[in-house]
Structure formats: C-alpha cells, structure tokens
C-alpha cells in the first residue's frame, strides 16, 4: 500500500474491455513527503478527484478489486487520507522536526 496525490485523468477512447466505466487517473506517489514516480491508477472508489490524497495498492491485489476477474491494472486507487500527522527527520544531522 502506498500514498499519492491525483494530478489529473487519462481519457481513452479504446480500452481493456475489463477497464469499461473505470476511471483512470494520474497520481503523483509520495514517500515520506517527498515527490516520487507518476503513474496511472484505476479508480476502485469511482470519486477520486484532482488534488486528492489517495491510497492505492498495486500488484494482483490491483487487478482483483473490481471483482469482475482480473482487470489490466497495476494500481488501483482505494481510498481516501483525509488527514495524516508527517513525522520529517533531518538526514544531515538525524534529528526529528
């Protein structure tokens, strides 16, 4: 499970058929913080939105969610982080701010 901000949709006109109704979404992933990798998730909750703080899973366990079979998903968006208290270290000096 890993933590990431919506930063937009992806339109397509030809898709899995699997993937048919299935928003996809550009998530910007996050760790500790920090920017990471963009990639696109499908959306389990059908409500993500730009700007959204999300959680997602990847893997099998991305592909089973929509329980219609195995879908062609690497990421699948499955909810919403409404709030989080961020614990930052200094890597220079290992102190906590």
């Not at 901000?5 to 299935?22: A, F, H, P, W, Y």
């Not at 996809?24 to 990471?36: D, H, I, K, S, T």
């Not at 690497?74 to 909810?79: C, H, L």
């Amino acid at each position: 499970m890993f933590v990431g901000r919506v930063t937009g949709c992806v339109v397509s006109t030809v898709k899995d058929e699997g993937l048919q109704n299935i928003p996809l979404l550009v998530v910007q992933v996050q760790e500790r913080g920090r920017e990471m990798e963009t990639l696109v998730a499908a959306d389990a909750t059908g409500q993500a939105g730009q700007g959204d703080l999300v959680y997602l899973i990847d893997g099998k366990e991305a592909a089973k969610i929509f329980r219609r079979g195995l879908v062609a998903a690497d990421a699948s968006i499955v909810g919403f982080i409404d709030s989080y208290n961020r614990l930052l270290e200094n890597e220079n000096k290992g102190e906590q701010q």
